[in-house]
């Protein structure tokens, strides 16, 4: 929910860039959050989530934006499943849990929304009828969101969270030797340190961007350069 295109405001009740479902998001969005103050979005939709989170779907078909809700019939839900609860076998029951966590915040008028989640309630109800103005005239002549971005938000119950920036590997950590033992400015190895990815860089090559590097392909640098230290570390 937190990821998907509905409207983004910043603390001052603004807008800061076009949304939507493109693969780019990845790169722009999070430093476009980060610079806005306080380093946070605020995301906000109406009671029309469950129909409306249908239409904002990602246009590939593998789904490239992890942005699709998971569902009973979804495939490979099993493989989730019989590794434990990583997540719930229903999209809705992880948005009711947030909810009743208060990650989500819900109201019953904006004004109520605006406070919850520390925002200024006359600017924040401000911003929500411009945005409804967009959506009506389905053009927005602010950021140009595509049209089927621009959903409406009007009916009660109103919805909101507090959103930060994605934070995915930092490929560019400590310089290690092969054995994981990082190197001081002589590139000598410092006895008894050792740094496993992605604290340690290198992995992806000097200025690269990670893009498409996910929890999985994570999990794995990591368990496999921490078992190299620790191999070598005991031999040693």
């Not at 076998?89 to 009711?96: E, L, P, Q, S, Y």
């Not at 520390?118 to 002549?141: H, M, Q, S």
């Not at 959103?163 to 994981?180: D, H, I, K, Q, T």
């Not at 990670?210 to 191999?231: D, N, Q």
Request: hydrophobic share 40%.
């Amino acid at each position: 929910m937190a990821r998907a295109p509905w409207l983004h405001l910043n603390k001052a009740c603004e807008r800061f860039m076009m949304m939507d479902n493109s693969i780019m998001q990845y790169v722009i969005r999070p430093p476009a959050m980060m610079a806005q103050p306080g380093g946070r979005a605020y995301v906000i939709f109406d009671s029309h989530y469950e129909d409306n989170i249908w239409k904002i779907q990602d246009d590939m078909p593998s789904g490239t934006s992890c942005k699709r809700p998971i569902t009973q019939d979804l495939p490979g839900l099993d493989l989730v499943m019989d590794h434990g609860r990583l997540a719930a076998n229903d999209w809705r029951i992880g948005v009711k849990e947030a909810i009743d966590i208060g990650a989500i915040r819900i109201a019953g008028t904006l004004e109520e929304l605006a406070g919850k989640l520390g925002l200024d309630p006359v600017k924040f109800k401000e911003a929500i009828e411009k945005w409804n103005r967009y959506c009506e005239a389905g053009v927005d002549t602010e950021f140009d969101t595509p049209a089927r971005f621009l959903i409406p938000i009007k009916d009660a119950p109103f919805y909101g969270l507090k959103a930060g920036c994605s934070l995915g590997p930092v490929g560019c950590g400590l310089r290690v030797n092969p054995n994981m033992q990082v190197l001081d400015t002589d590139q000598t190895p410092i006895p008894g340190l050792y740094a496993a990815f992605f604290t340690a860089g290198g992995i992806l090559g000097e200025s690269s961007v990670p893009i498409g590097y996910g929890v999985l392909g994570g999990l794995a640098a990591s368990t496999v350069s921490g078992y190299v230290a620790a191999e070598y570390a005991v031999m040693h």
